[in-house]
């Protein structure tokens, strides 16, 4: 099913993100597709809060991935933008991180090509003005 919506500002993108953490009370595999800018790392931030997270919640550009311990749950964020070659991957092991139990979060998966498994939940965003366009898939 395919979810269609419209997302007004930052504080609308913070509450998809915590309804989204609701939507996945165990583990599973989220990518989120988008231009630089459009609002990915502010809808993991929303994700996290919302299941607990206090802490700052930077976008990984440069570390590819940033991992976060919240309550039990193990949960990774990859931003995969600079990511040269999907082999990468491969190397820093991301069959470890692509657990049954962990929550993980993928910027632009497009990177790495069919490296990554079907996501549970695929999240485009799209600039509409000042607002954005999303779409839940």
Same mark, same amino acid.
């Given at each position: 099913?395919?979810?269609?919506?419209?997302? /007004?500002? /930052?504080?609308?993108?913070?509450?998809?993100?915590?309804?989204?953490?609701?939507?996945?009370?165990?583990?599973?595999?989220?990518?989120?597709?988008?231009?630089?800018?459009?609002?990915?790392?502010?809808?993991?931030?929303?994700?996290?809060?919302?299941?607990?997270?206090?802490?700052?919640?930077?976008?990984?550009?440069?570390?590819?991935?940033?991992?976060?311990?919240?309550?039990?749950?193990?949960?990774?964020?990859?931003?995969?933008?600079?990511?040269?070659?999907?082999? $990468?991957? $491969?190397?820093?092991?991301?069959?470890?991180?692509?657990?049954?139990?962990?929550?993980?979060?993928? $910027?632009?998966? $497009?990177?790495?090509? /069919?490296?990554?498994?079907?996501?549970?939940?695929?999240?485009?965003?799209?600039?509409?003005?000042?607002?954005?366009?999303?779409?839940?898939?």
């Amino acid at each position: 099913m395919t979810e269609k919506l419209h997302i /007004e500002d /930052e504080a609308a993108m913070l509450a998809l993100g915590a309804q989204l953490a609701r939507r996945f009370p165990n583990g599973g595999l989220i990518t989120l597709h988008g231009d630089l800018g459009a609002g990915k790392t502010t809808l993991v931030r929303g994700l996290l809060r919302e299941l607990g997270h206090t802490g700052v919640v930077k976008s990984p550009t440069y570390t590819l991935v940033e991992p976060y311990q919240v309550g039990n749950r193990d949960i990774y964020h990859f931003d995969l933008y600079r990511l040269a070659d999907p082999e $990468e991957l $491969e190397y820093m092991g991301i069959r470890d991180y692509l657990r049954p139990d962990a929550l993980c979060l993928v $910027e632009w998966p $497009e990177q790495v090509g /069919e490296l990554l498994p079907i996501p549970d939940l695929q999240v485009s965003i799209y600039h509409a003005g000042s607002a954005r366009d999303v779409i839940l898939a």
